[in-house]
T-cell receptor, first 113, second 115 residues
């Protein structure tokens, strides 16, 4: 148990669907992140939230919409995705005083048909 | 262009021998480096880190070496164990922290330790 829980673990959706990924951290951290891992590519940072405020949007298409209602919860709302968006989506958190040390969830394996 | 490169997609070693995983970086602003380990169906977990003020950091069987002039770091695992079989990610970041701090990851190297 890493202290960062992601649901669902697997998701299959059509291009016209709307779905949401959920992340919850039980570590008391101030910062939360969404990363994308595509096959044979490095982990790509998508969004950063620090004390519920978005501090980074790494040029992510608007079909990905993050939401951070509090420091413990992070959502990624998905709509009209493309097949190339199929990937492993990882949530992470970090202590505010040490943003280098990330604690990852197990990820959501997303397939867009 | 990739700023953190792990040029070996995979590595296979015998149990008990040394595993050496390599990582190269191009950004001179990087001065903090980390290794993460990832098992299938799990998220990456932090393994070991090194700051640019050091050239070596050791934690049990794991040692990270940093060669700043060559912009190269390596992870040594001695002795290797079957449980070490996983994907290893190299990551790098600048010195200063703050809310906009970002880590840049490599593609990962799949290590297989054979019994």
């Amino acid at each position: 148990e890493t202290g960062v829980t992601q649901t669902p673990r697997h998701l299959v959706m059509g291009m016209t669907n709307k779905k949401s990924l959920k992340c919850e951290q039980h570590l008391g951290h101030n910062a939360m992140y969404w990363y994308k891992q595509s096959a044979k590519k490095p982990l790509e940072l998508m969004f950063v939230y620090n004390f519920k405020e978005q501090t980074e949007n790494n040029s992510v298409p608007s079909r990905f919409s993050p939401e951070c209602p509090n420091s413990s919860h992070l959502f990624l709302h998905l709509h009209t995705l493309q097949p190339e968006d199929s990937a492993l989506y990882l949530c992470a958190s970090s202590p505010g005083q040490n943003p280098r040390k990330l604690f990852f969830g197990s990820g959501t394996q997303l397939s867009v048909l | 262009d990739q700023q953190v490169k792990q040029n070996s997609p995979s590595l296979s070693v015998q149990e008990g021998r040394i595993s050496i995983l390599n990582c190269d970086y191009t950004n001179s602003m990087f001065d903090y480096f980390l290794w993460y380990k990832k098992y299938p169906a799990e998220g990456p977990t932090f393994l070991i880190s090194i700051s640019s003020i050091k050239d070596k950091n050791e934690d049990g069987r794991f040692t990270v070496f940093l060669n700043k002039s060559a912009k190269h770091l390596s992870l040594h695992i001695v002795p290797s164990q079957p449980g070490d079989s996983a994907v290893y990610f190299c990551a790098a970041g600048p010195h200063s922290g703050g809310s906009n701090y970002k880590l840049t990851f490599g593609k990962g190297t799949l290590l297989t330790v054979n019994p």
